[in-house]
């Protein structure tokens, strides 16, 4: 069976004045994100216009990587015990590179 | 004046019915896109759980190329003219990579 890369979009707006500890997890998490197997690339965008909204983009290899990365302990105790709490608002895409 | 490079997110709900002709129009757009000097890469992306969600990343040398870009004549006739008009909705955020 055919597996297609998964590319996740999360947009995360941090509340204010959490900016510098929630880059300092992220530096974290992203040093153990992308050591996992199903990798492909992991970003981090700041907006120009207000700069305590963040775009992740991240790559995996198909979805059974990017289940194992949500699934994964670096995910759980640094993205969901401690950067989530700090966000005001966050929105995950999960998409299909398309040729066009 | 060091520039930065300037990474643009679009998303777009498409009308439903509206997609076979957005991307007829969409293959246009982003081969004239890819040839703008201060082009850097034109992904194009599908949401893997709402068909008509696009998301596109664009990425430009710095803010000069971006500019120019939303002021070309392809992406007048292109995307104000006929892709717009055919989106339920468009989210489009400029952002700078920033290294974690």
Redesign the interface.
């Given at each position: 069976m055919a597996t297609t890369p998964?590319?996740v979009?999360a947009?995360w707006k941090v509340k204010a004045g959490n900016m510098p500890v929630v880059?300092k997890l992220?530096?974290e998490l992203?040093a153990a994100s992308v050591k996992e197997e199903g990798n492909l690339f992991y970003?981090?965008?700041?907006?120009?216009?207000d700069n305590n909204?963040l775009?992740l983009?991240e790559g995996y290899t198909d979805e059974v990587s990017q289940q194992a990365h949500i699934n994964s302990a670096h995910f759980k105790k640094l993205a969901i015990d401690q950067i989530i709490p700090l966000l005001d608002e966050r929105e995950v895409?999960?998409?299909?590179?398309?040729?066009?």
């Open positions: 998964v590319t979009f947009k880059l992220l530096k992203h970003q981090v965008h700041q907006s120009r216009t909204t775009i983009t895409t999960l998409t299909s590179p398309i040729e066009v």
